[in-house]
């Protein structure tokens, strides 16, 4: 207020040195003096009123309102962040979380993988070794069915020679002899 009213008195001393009529500069004549008296009278009448009160206080509101709103946005920027730092952390976890799954199915693929080879080893292993005794089992079979064939063979050919070169008595005395070995073995 005490600004406005230097200002006003440096304008009214300072209007005689503009004035553009010859004559007295407080003269209601005078057509500056007489803006000059009105200004000065029109700011006093808006002081009067209280009209740079309610500006100040209508512009000390609506700056409230401004920090009013700064604040707000401060507030909900710093909450932003906070909700941002929490859903990096989330997905900073989540990422390991993943890693963590991801190296153990590694993990459990590979052993499961060796394990499948040693089993398979073990599988071929016992396959070998049951076509082997397959084999070794039909080697024998075979050679006791060759042997069998060649003892029958040889019985049929020893008993048929024995028909053509033994006569009845050297057959009876060889049956007495066998039933003799026989008793002697049994007693």
């Keep these: ?87 990096e952390a989330k997905q900073r976890e989540v990422a390991e979380q993943s890693a963590r799954i991801v190296a153990t199915a590694k993990q459990e693929a590979e052993a499961a993988a060796a394990q499948a080879k040693v089993d398979l080893k073990a599988s071929i292993a016992r396959r070998m070794t049951a076509a082997a005794e397959q084999m070794e089992s039909s080697v024998k079979a075979a050679e006791r069915a060759v042997r069998d064939q060649a003892i029958s063979v040889s019985v049929a050919v020893a008993a048929d020679v024995l028909k053509r070169q033994m006569t009845a008595a050297q057959a009876d005395a060889a049956i007495d002899a066998s039933i003799g070995q026989v008793a002697a073995k049994l007693h």
Excluded: H
């Design 1 to 87: 207020m005490k600004k406005l009213l230097t200002s006003a008195s440096l304008i009214l001393a300072a209007a005689p040195a503009f004035a553009a009529e010859e004559g007295p500069f407080f003269s209601l004549r005078n057509a500056e003096f007489v803006v000059g008296v009105a200004f000065v009278a029109f700011i006093g009448l808006l002081i009067y009123m209280g009209i740079p009160k309610k500006v100040g206080g209508m512009l000390d509101a609506r700056a409230a309102g401004i920090k009013t709103d700064l604040d707000e946005a401060r507030q909900l920027r710093d909450e932003a962040r906070a909700l941002l730092e929490t859903y």
